[in-house]
């Protein structure tokens, strides 16, 4: 591979040595015709030795200027190779390189661009994705929901009524009356946790109503359905649709917990202003539990702290063993 160093130094001193052998010429041409043979011989030597000499000095000199901003430019496109945008010189001695830099650093630039379109695509491609899964498990769930309530929550309601009326119906004496008064137990507690699953499975969107609404329509329908104190407070407060439908969320998931692990008799919720902030509180006078303990409904809670930080706001629970459970949420209102 040839080397620019070599091709200046070959041409200088090719142009170097043309040029003395012509200037030779002409004097020899120009002098008497008599000159001694030795003195013409030694006059050629010479000036050959010097133009090859300055030949060959114009030709490193040369290729010294020329080769450090070829260095320079290789160390250029280093950087661009790298990912890196670097500053263009000012310093530039020839205008040909200074065009080629700019050249590189729009086309690195263009490259960048494209770089960032095709993850901001993909980036809108996997949300895209995430929110149609999303909305495929909302259609399931809530296709499941309307099945067990169609089928097994009116089997387990019928088996509770049959069982309530055959321990009803027994005398005291008979031996079986204590094992029917567990077998309706067992049923009415069935039921209840099919209505808390049912709970569990609801679309997690307000379907367009808005929060305050739906949370009385869901505490309504909660306190017609189940064996359970339910009291709510709620101001008319008005939220961004997103921050809604988390909010709704945390509470179908808060009452989801009360109905399959309190064992309450009372429930309480209530939403409320305290510039800047609002608060949703959820109270159960259940067995409570240690919040150490990483048993079930584990999962559920973790999952209402990443709801709550995903608003911006922040979740704190408090319990303890016999004493109930009490959960508050904090949203940062909207100035």
Not at 30 to 52: A, C, D, R
Not at 177 to 189: G, S
Not at 203 to 228: D, H
Not at 279 to 302: C, H, P, T, W
């Amino acid at each position: 591979m040839k080397s620019f160093r070599w091709i200046y130094v070959k041409y200088s001193m090719l142009m170097c040595f043309t040029v003395a052998l012509l200037s030779f010429i002409i004097f020899l041409v120009s002098v008497h015709p008599f000159v001694p043979v030795q003195e013409m011989i030694e006059t050629f030597l010479l000036v050959i030795g010097l133009s090859l000499s300055i030949g060959a000095t114009v030709g490193i000199s040369i290729s010294l200027y020329i080769n450090k901003p070829l260095h320079q430019m290789s160390h250029f496109l280093s950087e661009v190779e790298r990912g890196n945008t670097p500053h263009l010189p000012t310093d530039r001695m020839f205008k040909e390189f200074k065009a080629l830099e700019t050249s590189i650093v729009n086309l690195s630039e263009k490259t960048a661009e494209q770089s960032l379109m095709m993850q901001r695509k993909t980036n809108e491609y996997a949300e895209e994705k995430q929110h149609i899964e999303e909305a495929a498990v909302a259609v399931e769930r809530g296709r499941l929901a309307r099945e067990l309530h169609d089928s097994v929550s009116q089997q387990l309601f019928a088996m509770s009524m049959m069982s309530a009326a055959l321990h009803a119906g027994m005398p005291d004496e008979e031996p079986l009356k204590a094992n029917m008064a567990k077998l309706e137990h067992m049923a009415v507690q069935a039921q209840s946790e099919m209505r808390a699953l049912l709970l569990h499975l609801r679309p997690i969107q307000l379907e367009g109503k808005q929060l305050v609404v739906g949370i009385r329509e869901l505490l309504t329908e909660l306190s017609a359905k189940q064996n359970l104190d339910v009291r709510w407070q709620l101001d008319d407060l008005a939220f961004e649709r997103g921050v809604e439908d988390h909010l709704f969320r945390i509470l179908q998931e808060a009452i989801s917990n009360t109905l399959r692990h309190a064992k309450a008799s009372k429930l309480e919720i209530s939403l409320k202003r305290s510039d800047p902030l609002a608060m949703m509180r959820i109270f159960d006078n259940g067995i409570g539990f240690n919040k150490d303990d990483r048993k079930v409904g584990s999962y559920g809670l973790e999952s209402m702290k990443e709801r709550a930080e995903e608003i911006g706001g922040t979740l704190k629970i408090m319990s303890l063993k016999g004493t109930g459970t009490q959960i508050e949420i904090k949203i940062p209102l909207k100035r």
